[in-house]
């Protein structure tokens, strides 16, 4: 699962549902408006990976290899 802008509102709790769900969710977000905070709960869930939003060449072969069951955009 990929969810991007998940430090926001919607996208730290949709993150949850899918965690509770047992589900492996990477979790995108650039901290413009979200906070780290509203993910601070999930920081020891071996099912959940953060990625803080930078320039897309740093993740560029890890995106070009990804290919997430679904994908939610939350960001706005």
């Known amino acids: ?4 802008g998940v430090a926001g509102f919607l996208g730290s709790h949709l993150c949850d549902v899918f965690l509770k769900r047992d589900w492996h969710v990477v979790g995108i977000a650039n901290l413009l408006t979200g906070a780290a905070g509203n993910l601070a709960h999930l920081a020891c869930d071996p099912r959940f990976r953060f990625l803080r939003q930078v320039p897309l060449p740093v993740h560029g072969e890890w995106f070009a290899s990804m290919t997430p069951a679904q994908n939610y955009r939350v960001a706005a």
């Open 1 to 4: 699962m990929l969810i991007t």
